[in-house]
T-cell receptor, first 115, second 114 residues
Framework: SAVISQKPSRDICQRGTSLTIQCQVD?????MFWYRQQPGQSLTLIAT?????????ESGFVIDKFPISRPNLTFSTLTVSNMSPEDSSIYLC????????????FGPGTRLTVL | AQSVAQPEDQVNVAEGNPLTVKCTYS??????LFWYVQYPNRGLQFLLK??????LVKGSYGFEAEFNKSQTSFHLKKPSALVSDSALYFC????????????FGAGTRLFVKA
């Protein structure tokens, strides 16, 4: 298994500001992902964080709004930029160790509220 | 394009009775199928997966799921439900011909009554 920590666990932010969420894994992993989840609803993939290169974004998500870094195989950050109330959600970091056939492990999430 | 459907928003079952949470999928190639569970105020946890081989896979907490290729289904089952099984369950599919992206279903909330 993989143990994932996220910081912060929750935050309340003002409209127009930015928040950076950190994801730390206790072991090296091949794949790292960022998801968004409204409470009690499904997960929406924002992007795949690629080590040493630009993240791969899903339709509807852009780098200017959600810049992602992945400097090594155990750490990634997601920034939510120029926030609006519509960005209020739970942001989840997820990892897969080997790629392809492995299950994913999820962090505890960051609950973001934008006022 | 790959997709996954969970036709029931909610499933209610009495403790001790068998439970089934339904899932159907659509992929262009061979699917990798997963079930995850999310307990209240906790993160998602992996339950079981089907990659290849035996169509009946067993997972954590006494859960199992049956892969049915002709019906493109991967229903989650448990012979005897517990109140502690009450949670939100997600089916997920990965089509490796389209990369390693995993698509999650909408989720099914399971309520087990004592």
């Amino acid at each position: 298994s993989a143990v994932i920590s996220q910081k912060p666990s929750r935050d309340i932010c003002q409209r127009g500001t930015s928040l950076t969420i950190q994801c730390q894994v206790d072991s090296q992993v091949t794949m790292m992902f960022w998801y968004r989840q409204q409470p009690g609803q499904s997960l929406t993939l924002i992007a795949t964080a690629n080590q040493g290169s630009e993240a791969t974004y899903e339709s509807g998500f852009v780098i200017d709004k959600f810049p992602i870094s992945r400097p090594n195989l155990t750490f990634s950050t997601l920034t939510v930029s120029n926030m609006s109330p519509e960005d209020s959600s739970i942001y989840l970091c997820s990892v897969e160790r080997a790629g392809g056939m492995d299950e994913q492990f999820f962090g505890p999430g960051t609950r973001l509220t934008v006022l | 394009a790959q997709s996954v459907a969970q036709p029931e928003d909610q499933v209610n079952v009495a403790e001790g009775n068998p439970l089934t949470v339904k899932c159907t999928y659509s992929v262009s190639g061979n699917p990798y199928l997963f079930w995850y569970v999310q307990y209240p105020n906790r993160g998602l946890q992996f339950l079981l997966k089907y990659i290849t081989g035996d169509n009946l896979v067993k997972g954590s907490y006494g859960f199992e799921a049956e892969f049915n290729k002709s019906q493109t289904s991967f229903h989650l089952k448990k012979p005897s439900a517990l109140v502690s099984d009450s949670a939100l369950y997600f089916c997920a599919v990965r089509d490796i011909t389209g990369g390693f992206k995993t698509i999650f279903g909408a989720g099914t909330r399971l309520f087990v009554k004592a």
